[in-house]
């Protein structure tokens, strides 16, 4: 083998090496921008809890006795990797936030905080009108239970339960009983505002090029000042996809 034959295989294996390492980014970020693009379309069955809550907390349903009121609200989160439902309280007694995933696994993961040093994460999934998420057994084999009713534009149900240490049977431990904050709500029929994200109720109207959009809120928001351009080129192409299935 000659030195220039060695050379020129040696520059060929490089062409080869940084082909394949190129093509490997092009297929990691392709992988990736379908794994949000999933994510978001199965937290889309969030859209209906969007927006703020002021909450009566009950120890018992009907007693006064232990009761609390706090506010809560749902808000859309583009900030990581993949698209996600923050969950927001003040004045809670048993969670300040949580943070609503989906995995590939088609489930939802639940990282809930509690105060300034406790964490509990739940794995669960829609059955019917609820979502129930359960946590693993922690040190002392306790088991918690979070679910989450929404009744209808207006009202919404979020149950804690947990276990006796080892044991297998739920009880309840809190329920709070949440109503829709303000007087803007979905308009029945062809009146309703839509998000221009996510395709929730839009609440907040938003401007670009002279025309007017909504966003359902802050989360949403944020993505739509981030890529105007790519967030309504989107929104139009569904709608476009929607008017020619409704004339098929």
Not at 17 to 28: D, E, M, Y
Not at 42 to 55: K, V
Not at 84 to 110: P, S
Request: proline share 2%.
């Amino acid at each position: 083998m000659t030195f220039l034959q060695s050379n020129q295989e040696r520059r060929g294996a490089v062409v080869v090496f940084l082909l394949l390492v190129s093509l490997g980014v092009s297929f990691s970020e392709e992988a990736t921008n379908s794994s949000g693009q999933s994510a978001r379309k199965a937290l889309e069955r969030f859209n209906s809890l969007i927006g703020e809550w002021r909450g009566t907390g009950q120890v018992r349903r009907g007693s006064n006795r232990g009761a609390w009121r706090e506010s809560g609200e749902f808000v859309w989160d583009f900030s990581g990797d993949e698209p996600a439902v923050k969950y927001l309280v003040k004045g809670g007694k048993h969670v300040d936030e949580g943070l609503i995933t989906w995995n590939r696994q088609d489930h939802f993961h639940l990282a809930l905080k509690i105060g300034d040093e406790q964490s509990r994460d739940y794995t669960g999934d829609w059955d019917k009108d609820k979502l129930i998420l359960v946590s693993k057994p922690d040190e002392k084999q306790i088991q918690y239970r979070f679910t989450i009713t929404p009744l209808n534009e207006k009202r919404t149900l979020v149950l804690h339960e947990k276990t006796s240490s080892g044991g297998e049977s739920f009880f309840r431990v809190a329920e709070v009983g949440y109503t829709r904050a303000g007087t803007r709500l979905a308009l029945p029929g062809g009146g309703r505002r839509e998000c221009v994200v996510t395709g929730g109720t839009g609440q907040t109207a938003v401007s670009y090029n002279g025309e007017t959009y909504y966003v359902c809120c802050s989360g949403c928001k944020q993505a739509f000042d981030d890529d105007p351009e790519g967030i309504i080129a989107e929104f139009k192409a569904k709608l476009k996809a929607r008017l020619e299935s409704v004339k098929k």
